[in-house]
């Protein structure tokens, strides 16, 4: 794997939110929630389409916590426009888990 220098990891901003609404994401490829996630007062809500449904429900991810990317471009996910990316890692059957921080804190904090 190439070898990226600090400052190429800084252009990357990696925020925390709290998602406040969830739903089955219509006409998806494959089967997704849309998420509605509160990234503070700075950055405010942002909308992200993430294919979630193997570990979550719609109901338990209101008030969960998440990281997202919310530096790259929106991107059309069927009918629906991505506006951040929200982080997982790969579970053992390929499904994905959230990447969230261990205890609460601010939304919009930023990764470093």
Not at 95 to 105: D, E, I, T
């Amino acid at each position: 794997m190439e070898q990226i220098t600090y400052d190429d990891f800084e252009k990357v901003d990696i925020r925390v939110g709290t998602i406040v609404e969830a739903a089955p994401l219509e006409g998806a490829r494959k089967p997704a929630f849309r998420l509605l996630i509160d990234f503070g007062p700075e950055l405010g809500t942002k909308k992200s389409s993430a294919q979630i449904t193997v570990h979550y429900t719609p109901e338990e991810l209101i008030g969960r916590q998440v990281a997202a990317v919310v530096n790259f471009p929106p991107r059309q996910i069927g009918k629906f426009m991505s506006q951040v990316l929200t982080l997982g890692f790969p579970a053992a059957d390929g499904s994905v888990v959230l990447s969230a921080p261990g205890k609460p804190v601010p939304n919009g904090g930023k990764l470093f």
